[in-house]
């Protein structure tokens, strides 16, 4: 009944991605990264299709999302990077969620859960450059060699900061000092390659890989071929055609002119879909193989596109316009090129009202 | 349990900002928009809290919206900005919901409707110079007068496409072309001043006032004091915070440097949360009255803060630091200077890992 844009998720497409990681990788296992609702594409679907492909091990942000996919998933290994923050102890081994311990904060809090648990397990954050979270090389070296048992530390883990530009300096700086932090650590294994550590060489492999945007399709590595399938298409219905009587301005601020005859098709999504205000008077979306340059401001709830040169057997109310990822289109990095950010950004700030829908296509 | 990041919202101080509009306003009317969740606030809540307070319109944009509106508030007017798009007909005629009719084709679909349900009213949108939904003037010039009666319709309505500048000359061409617009359809009320409308002289006035953005403490004129108060509090935990042993960057790509002794304050939102990733090496936060400035790229689900001027005995993990409109800190409209935006793109973009919280305030 409802008039309304649509993300259209292909899990099919994220499955093989996580497939093609999972054999580019040289290590022992390849898990999934599905914090933001796997990157706004939604948790719980994309974590049964990886699931069922054979994916075991799941990392999320928080407790709260880490309960969302346990009710989803009983049996998997589910990692949360923020910890275990005052107050979370018993949630976390209750439903066997593995907090990765950031600091000696988090190290005692977790150590008399672990002592009470049998199942209580833990990951630990090595920060070899990001200076975020984790705790740092120096302290980790005068860290009694105790705490890991008694913490029941089964991973090591540390991030990348610059993994997808091979050349920068930091990889090699960040991989001696996990090097030397696992050399402490013998016999637990370690994790270090995000999507683009994967792309790095072996050295940077070490046990488990944690891809995260490449699953969805943004490519892993700066300045090369993206090699990952596009995993999403975002359509909104045109609300309304009209061709301009006269010479005038669109939208708020009246940034852009068109002329007369000039047909515009106003579009049901907005920067409160998450069609970042930025794009104003950049981008374009495709009604079929038809491109539309993007007209003036993009406001709340709608964007005006140039629909001149669509012939007009095409132009209808309620056509289906995609604004991203369509196979003529728009891949998730060239937007946000054009936003002045990320593809993640883009997926995981797509709103509510973009209904998601998911499909199983081959790729 | 949950360690969370909250978005505090003074339902009283939407209240006070209400009837301030409706006190300035000299029409009869001060209706409320409310679309888009209330710009993210939470359309439920913030509706019901005006409703009590004597609004009686209501605007969102879609229907789903309107029926979202409908279930709490059985009563009130609901007005749809996008129209009625086919198959949605019966729905609106069912619920008493208002579409603003935007075209000739939304009036033909209506006609039958308003015939056969005696409560199917509409409204209709002139487009006296937005270019995106409305009938065009030269259209309605040549209307017949006998679809306004035949599609009920109950308000005629344009947009203001530059209020906030109260010196646009497009202000005066589009109340030109309204009030002559108006005349044909004599008798039925007008809607004309949005939020920057209402700051404009008494002939953009007319019958009934929208206000959106002022509600919620945006300011409705550029380059003038803002008189609305500030409405919503965005707050997050501190997850983390440590002090560098050695100068070394913070967060991805390396693009900030700290000295040694630096305390970073690693707090629980990100772009993912609607916290723009634009803001990266920008803006700041608030512990209290002690202002930290961002260090770095802000990432999906944290944010790092430099707290090295905050005294040793407020700095701990879980602590609250404020992102947005704390009394000390940062406006909304301050947030958006500083990501390149306006305040309405911060405030439906603030994500569903922010927790709402509704408080009723003084102010």
Same mark, same amino acid.
Not at 217 to 222: K, L, N, R, T, V
């Given at each position: 009944m409802f008039v309304t844009p649509t993300l259209t998720v292909n899990l099919s497409a994220i499955v093989a991605n996580w497939k093609m990681l999972a054999n580019t990788f040289a290590g022992d296992e390849t898990a999934a990264v599905v914090k933001a609702d796997a990157y706004g594409l939604g948790m719980v679907p994309v974590s049964q299709a990886l699931a069922k492909a054979g994916c075991h091990t799941f990392f999320v942000a928080t407790l709260e999302e880490a309960l969302d996919l346990r009710k989803a998933l009983p049996n998997v290994r589910i990692l949360v990077f923020h910890g275990v923050q005052a107050g979370e102890e018993f949630a976390f081994a209750t439903h066997k969620i593995i907090p990765v311990l950031n600091s000696r904060e988090q190290l005692a809090r977790w150590k008399p859960i672990a002592k009470d648990h049998v199942h209580a397990v833990s990951a630990l954050h090595i920060d070899t450059a990001m200076g975020r979270l984790g705790l740092q090389p120096e302290d980790f070296d005068t860290l009694d060699a105790s705490w890991l048992t008694d913490c029941r530390v089964s991973l090591i883990m540390s991030h990348l900061a610059c993994a997808p530009d091979r050349h920068h300096p930091l990889n090699a700086l960040q991989l001696a000092a996990l090097t030397k932090a696992s050399a402490k650590a013998a016999g637990i294994p370690v994790s270090f390659a995000n999507s683009g550590g994967i792309f790095l060489s072996r050295d940077f492999h070490f046990n488990l890989a944690r891809p995260g945007c490449s699953l969805y399709?943004?490519?892993?590595? /700066?300045n090369a071929v993206n090699p990952m399938h596009q995993v999403a298409h975002w359509q909104a219905p045109i609300l309304q055609i009209r061709a301009t009587t006269h010479e005038q301005s669109v939208g708020y601020g009246a940034t852009c002119i068109v002329p007369k005859g000039t047909k515009v098709a106003t579009v049901a999504s907005g920067y409160a879909d998450g069609?970042?205000?930025?794009?104003t008077n950049k981008s374009c979306a495709y009604l079929g193989a038809h491109k539309m340059p993007l007209l003036g401001r993009v406001t709340m709830d709608m964007v005006c596109f /140039?629909?001149?040169?669509?012939p007009e057997s095409e132009l209808k109310d309620g056509a289906l316009v995609s604004l991203l990822g369509n196979r003529e289109g728009i891949t998730v990095d060239a937007l946000a090129d054009h936003a002045s950010t990320i593809g993640y950004e883009i997926f995981t700030r797509i709103g509510t009202r973009v209904k998601r829908v998911y499909v199983e296509e081959a790729v």
């Open positions: 399709g943004i490519a892993p590595e /700066d069609y970042h205000r930025i794009l /140039d629909a001149t040169q669509v």
